[in-house]
């Protein structure tokens, strides 16, 4: 089963950022990009896909992050960018997918909503001591 993680993220996620976030995921790990372009995934050394990470999407509309997470995320302000983050269920996924989107938050501000509850990752550890 997969491990799904949302970064609402408050500003705008630049190229430095995103970089940013693959390399405290695992500079282990490689990257490639797939759907042309549209997600990037972080690799094992056999060229297997442990995370997925969906490029941003701009969220306009007051109240549509409630509609889609449902209420538990809270009030959440607009503009927010989006940030899909999937793990798979391979051992260490989770937290190279939680340490992308840490870095995110430590950087941009804003939350985490995970497929386990909504959390905010905010000044955790960007190493796998630091996942929960």
């Not at 372009?37 to 056999?46: K, P, R, S, T």
């Not at 996924?93 to 990752?121: C, K, P």
Request: glycine letters at 10%; charged letters at 20%.
């Amino acid at each position: 089963m997969t491990y799904d993680l949302v970064a609402l993220v408050d500003e705008p996620p630049s190229t430095e950022d995103l970089l940013a976030g693959l390399a405290a995921a695992g500079e282990e790990l490689g990257v490639r990009a797939v759907s042309e372009g549209a997600v990037i995934q972080l690799c094992d050394d056999e060229d297997q896909p442990l995370v997925s990470i969906e490029l941003p999407l701009l969220i306009q509309v007051p109240g549509e992050v409630e509609r889609m997470l449902g209420t538990a995320v809270g009030s959440v302000t607009t503009p927010a960018w989006w940030v899909e983050i999937r793990a798979t269920a391979r051992d260490g996924a989770r937290e190279f997918a939680e340490r992308y989107a840490t870095t995110l938050i430590n950087r941009l501000g804003g939350q985490v909503w995970t497929s386990a509850g909504v959390r905010t990752l905010t000044g955790l550890a960007t190493t796998s001591e630091g996942s929960e």
